[in-house]
């Protein structure tokens, strides 16, 4: 698989998670921290599998900072597959798998190191 292939995969892999979050998560009455959502994709499957704790930290942080509602990111949290996001959460997560994403799940990846181009000196 080429890089470009898991970085899609990658992607499609956390479309599929934010898509299908579908029952509100035990709502404490906060947003829950950059740290808790973390911990909850890296002790999940959601993402598509394991998940490196940089790329989960980067994925957490895109979504922490988001205009997802707390109830969102506490159904991630909670892993709850029956919540049910709003028009507005469905918006923002076509937001943050923009770019955010991408980058995150591109800079986890271990990229090979490139030949030195002889011709450019």
């Known amino acids: ?6 970085t899609l995969s ?10 299908t979050l579908s029952a509100c998560g035990g709502d ?4 829950p921290s950059v740290d808790d959502i973390s911990e909850s994709l ?3 499957d959601m993402l598509g599998g394991e998940v490196d704790a940089k790329v989960a930290d980067c994925v957490a942080e ?3 900072d988001s205009d997802l509602s707390d109830e969102a990111l506490q159904a991630i949290v909670d892993q709850d597959e029956d ?3 709003s028009e507005d959460d469905e918006k923002a997560i076509e937001s943050v798998q923009s770019e955010e994403m991408t980058d995150c799940i591109t800079e986890g990846m271990d990229m ?8 450019a000196s």
């Open 112 to 119: 090979p190191e490139l030949p030195e181009d002889p011709d």
């Open 1 to 6: 698989m080429t890089i470009t292939q898991r």
């Open 83 to 85: 919540y049910e996001p």
């Open 62 to 64: 895109a979504f922490h």
């Open 10 to 19: 990658a992607v499609a892999a956390s479309s599929a998670l934010l898509l």
């Open 28 to 31: 404490d009455g906060g947003r």
């Open 42 to 44: 890296q002790d999940s």
